[in-house]
């Protein structure tokens, strides 16, 4: 038995090693992909959807930078400045956002790669940014004449994720790919982040 799995680990080393010399040095991307954040000390949770666009270079056989842009629609939950924004349905949910990538490949095969990567992420998004009140009382104390104001901006926030993808053949130059990572936003640590997305890569 113990020849049978030391044969096996030489034959997938060989395996590494000859698809390795012949590594293709791009990848251009397409994928879908889901954002979902939470609070983990308020009920807030936020929430992205769209499609990415990327392109990725080996820099060595297993070392790898790529780039990608998305764009989509972002929701949330748990707080008036998020949940008010449901009510402008005039206003735009345009989401876009922007990826640098550093990739390893664990494993490489002809067929499998399994590999892990650090990725810095800018989003960037519309919402409400500030709610002010304001009214009157009568002469039995009653609140009257009740007005709000609604402020509303684009804003922009950097995370930092860590994770692992996963790619498998399909037919010639193309794989199936699969990501997930796990994150923070910059200077904001009570959020906790995920990312998962699934698409085509064509290897060239």
């Known amino acids: 038995m113990k020849y049978l799995v030391f044969f096996l680990f030489v034959f997938l080393l060989f395996q590494e ?28 949770s936020v929430k992205a959807t769209g499609i990415n666009i990327g392109y990725t270079r080996y820099v060595l056989n297993r070392l790898n930078l790529g780039v990608a842009y998305g764009f989509g629609e972002f929701y949330g939950r ?17 989401y876009r956002q922007f990826q640098i990538k550093l ?3 664990v494993i490489q095969t002809e067929r499998f790669v399994l590999g892990i990567q650090a990725e810095y992420l800018r989003n960037y998004r519309n ?11 009568d002469e039995q104390g009653n609140k009257v ?13 950097p ?6 993808y996963l790619m498998t053949k399909l037919h010639n130059q193309i794989y199936l790919k699969g990501d997930a990572s796990y994150g923070v936003p910059s200077m904001n640590f009570d959020y906790q982040l995920f990312q998962f997305s699934f698409g085509l890569t064509y290897q060239f």
């Open 17 to 44: 090693v000859s698809f390795a010399q012949d590594v293709k040095k791009n990848r251009f991307e397409i994928n879908t992909f889901q954002n979902r954040g939470a609070n983990t000390i308020g009920p807030e």
């Open 78 to 94: 748990g707080s008036d400045l998020l949940e008010r924004f449901d009510d402008f349905n005039d206003l735009e949910r345009d």
């Open 103 to 105: 990739g390893y490949d």
């Open 127 to 137: 919402g409400v940014d500030e709610i002010l009140t304001s009214w009157d009382r």
């Open 145 to 157: 004449n009740f007005q709000e104001s609604i402020g509303f901006s684009r804003s922009a926030t």
């Open 159 to 164: 995370s930092f994720y860590t994770g692992a």
